[in-house]
């Protein structure tokens, strides 16, 4: 196999892992087109903090001139989340992905999957939870964020078997998607 090909299905198995633990409903097998840029939007409601918010164009702006093309929602949960992927582009250099999901109503400190070698922390006063190898795969790191007191933003990345590069780069647009996300 392929180092494109194991980056790939490393972070199609943490996002289908993320979907499967992380939503509330099942999802409907219908996924998007792969040309689609944005995906419907973020389920609204008065509570939701993120009702004006889309994560596509959170990740576009956030990875803006890094090399990564546009942000495309994922097939396992297109509402809520979306990622960019620079494919391994040769044998010496390890493809990255990066996603962002969204999600009302479930907290930062839910679901976590090895909470042996998880983190806590803070982004800027804001509580976190960084993951090392969540699926404990080399290569993987996920920072789950506290938004409002139920709503979590989650960013998951994916960097071949580098879990330090990967951690390094999930913190990075960690701390960049803070920012732009409700203050707590």
Known sequence: MTKTGTSAQLIG???LTLAVTGC??????A?????ASTPAATPTGPANPFATLNQ??????ILAGQGFPPAQPTIADAKRTCRATIPTSSADTDGIGVAISLQNGQKYTENINH????????????PIIEQP???RVKGGC????????????LVMVVSGSDTK????????????????????
Do not use: F, H, W, Y
């Open 13 to 15: 198995a943490m996002l």
């Open 24 to 29: 509330s409903s099942t999802v409907n097998g």
């Open 31 to 35: 996924p998007e087109p792969a040309g």
């Open 56 to 61: 596509c164009s959170l990740v576009n702006e």
């Open 115 to 126: 909470p042996d070698t998880a983190r806590n922390g803070d982004i800027d006063g804001r």
């Open 133 to 135: 190898e969540p699926l």
């Open 142 to 153: 996920q920072v789950g964020m506290a938004v409002g007191d139920n709503a979590r933003a």
């Open 165 to 184: 590069r990967a951690c390094a780069k999930a913190e990075e647009v960690a701390t960049a998607l803070s920012a732009r996300l409700p203050k707590n």
